[in-house]
């Protein structure tokens, strides 16, 4: 685990997919969740020492992915909507998405960090309440709350947006 | 709401990863490479330029500065504070009651604006300093150092290094008719400013001398008694007064010695304390008024 930069990069190559589309997530462009996946490789490459126990690699990578794509985007105060990539994405993938994903994943967007945070790390990294609460050093109850409330906003998002339509 | 939540999760997974990711993890780990190379590198430069760096302010201010040579050289000599003695009026007192002990070395250190006067006591028990009483005089301006519980004192050849003092003009031994007490007298070639402290381990006082802006001291007049050479004459006289204020034994222009038995603003005071003398001792002690500037020394009066 400590050991030389080539079963470095083997591991984080393991999990390469996991980084990305968290960054992706948060920055919703590729070049900029690129730009992000790096800064991670690089920020755990020079700390990798500090990390104790192998086990704990998941939600330590994951953790310094939050942060640096939070991070990121204070910096460049570049929150994006749904924008020419995002439909460039959806013509060339599947059409399989209907308009009610959209407006939840534009909701989803919209949402406080924290809240996305949870929602991503829930419902898209299939982590457990214990794993999140881990990787956010929160206590468990308030990454159920955090969900909770996150969940309730989203309703009351679609039901604006359903209304609207409607 | 959970279906699409699920909908959103397989638009998540479908998130296309590009084809340079792992071009871009390896630039990655490449780039933290060799920020942990520059690190340590930067580390051992700056270890070792602290290092050179401490080496070169030691020779260069060994160097410059003769005060720092010698406040490096007396480093492992001097001890533990003990205090740092409060004059009431022109008196202090401190050590500790012990006997045997010998004044053994008394030196000089010199600074830009400042001197020391190191006075270092051997055999005294638990290298504490024995019993001294200090005292800054003026007519002429002087310090009094009398230390009980010495039998010996081999610093009298010390003296003569004081020579080398911007402020101290004399030193000299002054009799005792108590064989376990030792006085000695330090002149001044004007006020000085004076502060000192006691160590122990090695057993120390230091005093420490600083110029003091003229003191506008007047002429005074001083009773005393004629002059008289280094000896028991002197003891014995100082004995006879004892029982009056101020009274001691000073070094004249010639180098013996008179007692002087008080200072006074006026002629008309310095004459009343010979007639209370007179009453109480007795006629036969000769007494005389020297009206001195306060640097002066007395004049020899045979």
Known sequence: ?166 | MDKRINDLKKMYMDIKIPDNIDSIIDEGVKKGEIKMKNKFKGNLIKGISSIAAVFLIFTVSINASSAFANSISDVPVIGKLVQVLQFTGNKAQGGQVTDGVDIGMISLRKAKNSEEVIIKFNKSQDNIAPCYSISYEKYPYSMIFTVSGVRKFSAEKDFEALKQSNFISDSYNIITLDDSAVRFAINFKKPVKYEVKEYKEPAQIVLSLKECEKGNDKAAYIVRTASYPQGETLGILEERLCGFENIRIVKDDKGTFAVEAGTFESEEKAKERIKEIMNKCGSDIKLYIEKREANQLPKQMQ
């Open chain 1, 1 to 166: 685990m400590h050991g030389d930069k080539e079963s470095f990069s083997l591991i984080i190559k393991e999990r390469k997919e996991k980084i990305y589309r968290i960054a992706y997530s948060y920055v919703n462009n590729a070049d900029d969740a690129l730009e992000i996946v790096q800064e991670v490789v690089y920020k755990a490459f020079l700390s990798i020492k500090t990390l104790k126990y192998p086990e704990y690699f998941d939600p330590w990578i994951i953790r310094i992915t939050i942060n640096t794509s939070i991070n990121y985007l204070k910096k460049y105060k570049k929150v994006l909507y749904l924008n020419e990539e995002f439909d460039n994405y959806i013509s060339d993938g599947s059409s399989a998405y209907n308009e009610e994903v959209i407006d939840l994943y534009n909701a989803l967007n919209k949402l406080d960090v924290k809240y996305k945070t949870v929602v991503i790390l829930r419902y898209f990294e299939d982590l457990t309440f214990q794993e999140i609460s881990k990787v956010l050093d929160l206590p468990v109850n308030t990454v159920k709350t955090q969900l909770y409330r996150a969940l309730d906003i989203l309703k009351v998002e679609l039901e604006k947006e359903g209304s609207r339509i409607g």
